[in-house]
């Protein structure tokens, strides 16, 4: 008898109803959190998209607001695409794609224009009468004439720009810098940074953001060739920390990484809040992840935690927001405890977070296995030879199977990790937080053990388990 939970996530956003993809317009304005997102209202697969809208005061805590943009003129009858949120005069525009089908082939006959929409109250917005703001005539020679999509609206100095997602045509992805006055007129500037061939052929969801001294770079590139261990998804979300020179419209780097190595993490976006916080959040699902709440839930797509975005040279750092911590409840804890083979915690559960710090001593591997049944288990082990985390959900369950792995080096020969379970997502922040590996399961709501191991010998220094109320 196979029970099967819903799958609902207990302290991640998601939308009440229906199909969620890419955040949208996440900004703090007048002193709150709004988050937009990819929407279908109307069942759990992608359709004509709408813009869903959320308000919050803490970024874990979330109150549902009216649909705030739909596809309903002539330049987003094919949907309202990704977009960001800007404040201009006091009030908070919407800058977005509108998607239009120009023929029978939905992969290949489509334009795609930006438009803009404003509010007075931060609640219902109003399309510009003038859309679209940036036409398909705008686009330089030598770019897609079909991607150019996502804008990110930005300020810098007295000058307004925006980032497009794109293409070269010839499979290179690349990023357009336009600038404005007033977010209505608008020139194109420069391709600021291209695929050198190795990572994509097209560039989705362009965010950007001073951090520190630097600036930093984020987007979603499609079709990524595999590179090793760190480069493994068809869709594997970069960042370049560099300087954005917005004179000769270049984003200046050297290197670029991934921001999450795990299975599903797509399209994330940052806002700057009233703490001078960079905070990240990003749609914890994946284009080619199965996604098996659309059978029956109704319901598919969910965001991760919101992160911290911090430096550390030109490596980012990122950890769950503090607020999080205010939903910590019934603690259980171990200390200073020798692992050898399995151990079986006298705690279960299936939304929580572990706090583990394990020192590694003589140990070939070791690890914790979490939501755990007879049949079903999801690992995460550390092996000393490679150097080596592995987060694996072969046996986790009805949804997407896989291992990912990707090097990471103990800090005083010891290992910490933050995880954050719930329901159907599994969250891990490795040491200071470089590496973070974000995934999907779907396994039995029975299955809801938590067990240690350990090949050879080491030491739990510490262990708390907390579940998010
Ligand atoms: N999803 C949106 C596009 C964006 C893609 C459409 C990224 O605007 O490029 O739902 O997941």
Redesign the pocket.
């Given at each position: 008898h196979q029970l099967r939970s819903d799958f609902r996530l207990h302290y991640h956003f998601m939308s009440e109803y229906g199909w969620m993809?890419?955040p949208n317009g996440f900004i703090h304005y007048n002193g709150t959190y709004h988050l937009f997102y990819?929407y279908y209202p109307y069942e759990a697969k992608?359709g004509p998209?709408h813009w869903g809208h959320a308000v919050s005061g803490d970024l874990i805590r979330w109150e549902h607001l009216p649909v705030a943009l739909a596809p309903d003129e002539a330049y987003d009858q094919g949907?309202c695409?990704?977009?960001s949120a800007i404040e201009h005069e006091g009030r908070l525009y919407l800058m977005y794609?509108g998607?239009v089908e120009t023929g029978p082939d939905k992969d290949r006959d489509y334009r795609q224009e930006q438009a803009i929409a404003v509010s007075e109250d931060g609640v219902t917005f109003v399309k510009w009468k003038d859309n679209p703001v940036i036409a398909a005539g705008a686009i330089p020679l030598g770019v897609s004439r079909q991607d150019f999509?996502?804008p990110k609206v930005f300020k810098r100095g007295d000058a307004y720009y925006a980032l497009l997602?794109s293409n070269d045509g010839a499979g290179h992805g690349l990023i357009l810098l336009y600038r404005s006055a007033d977010l209505v007129h608008w020139e194109y500037v420069n391709v600021i940074a291209k695929s050198d061939g190795t990572l994509g052929d097209n560039w989705?969801?362009p965010d950007v953001f001073a951090l520190g001294s630097k600036d930093v770079l984020m987007m979603?590139p499609q079709r990524v060739p595999a590179q090793g261990d760190d480069y493994c998804n068809l869709?594997s979300t970069t960042y370049m920390v560099g300087h954005l020179d917005t004179d000769d419209g270049r984003f200046h780097y050297d290197a670029y990484y991934p921001i999450d190595y795990g299975f599903d993490f797509?399209?994330p976006q940052t806002t700057i809040d009233a703490q001078g916080r960079r905070v990240m959040i990003a749609?914890m699902d994946m284009?080619e992840s199965l996604m098996p709440t659309q059978q029956g839930h109704h319901w598919a797509g969910a965001m991760t935690v919101p992160r911290e975005v911090l430096t550390d040279g030109d490596r980012l750092v990122f950890k769950p927001v503090d607020e999080i911590e205010a939903y910590r409840q019934a603690p259980y804890e171990l200390s200073d405890v020798i692992l050898k083979g399995e151990r079986v915690l006298e705690t279960q559960g299936d939304r929580y977070e572990l706090k583990v710090v394990i020192e590694a001593k003589g140990a070939s591997a070791f690890g914790i296995k979490l939501r755990t049944s007879g049949r079903e288990e999801t690992v995460l082990s550390y092996h000393a030879e490679e150097r080596q985390f592995r987060f694996n959900r072969d046996r986790s369950g009805i949804g997407p199977k896989g291992e990912r792995k990707t090097s990471i080096e103990l800090e005083d020969g010891k290992l910490s990790l933050r995880i954050f379970v719930d329901v159907s997502s599994v969250e891990v922040f490795l040491g200071k937080g470089h590496k973070v590996m974000t995934g999907r399961i779907y396994p039995n709501e029975q299955a809801r053990g938590i067990a240690l191991f350990s090949e050879g010998e080491c030491r739990v220094v510490s262990l708390t388990k907390w579940d998010i109320g």
């Open positions: 993809n890419d990819q992608w998209m949907g695409f990704s977009g794609t998607h999509r996502d997602g989705e969801c979603s869709h797509y399209a749609w284009w």
